[in-house]
């Protein structure tokens, strides 16, 4: 009688650790794809800061803007065109 008690104890002590492993597992499970989805979010809102930021960039680089805030400092846009310099190679 010892010895069938001996083994459902072993049976029962068997299923309760495999039933704690399987939970376990599930709750990594779970926290995993709450950080994927947390991570997907993060990067989403990065993304969307990183446009927002390059628009602002490519608003002040137009040149009117530049040349508004230049005209602020009191700096104005030449009137003459820029010149090409170009230098011949000396020849021996």
Same mark, same amino acid.
């Given at each position: 009688?010892?010895?069938?008690?001996?083994?459902?104890?072993?049976? +029962?002590?068997?299923?309760?650790? =495999?039933?704690?492993?399987?939970?376990? %597992?599930?709750? *990594?499970?779970?926290? &995993?794809?709450?950080d994927?989805?947390?991570?997907?979010?993060?990067?989403?809102?990065?993304?969307?800061?990183? +446009?927002?930021?390059?628009?602002? =960039?490519?608003?002040?680089?137009?040149? %009117?803007?530049? *040349?508004?805030?230049? &005209?602020a400092?009191?700096?104005?846009?030449?009137?003459?065109?820029?010149?090409?310099?170009?230098?011949?190679?000396?020849?021996n």
């Amino acid at each position: 009688m010892s010895e069938d008690s001996f083994k459902n104890w072993r049976m +029962i002590l068997f299923v309760s650790v =495999l039933a704690i492993v399987m939970i376990a %597992s599930s709750h *990594s499970a779970d926290k &995993k794809v709450y950080d994927i989805a947390r991570l997907g979010n993060e990067a989403k809102e990065l993304r969307s800061a990183f +446009i927002d930021g390059r628009g602002r =960039l490519m608003e002040l680089k137009k040149e %009117s803007v530049v *040349s508004l805030k230049m &005209k602020a400092k009191g700096l104005k846009t030449s009137e003459v065109p820029p010149q090409k310099i170009i230098v011949k190679p000396q020849q021996n």
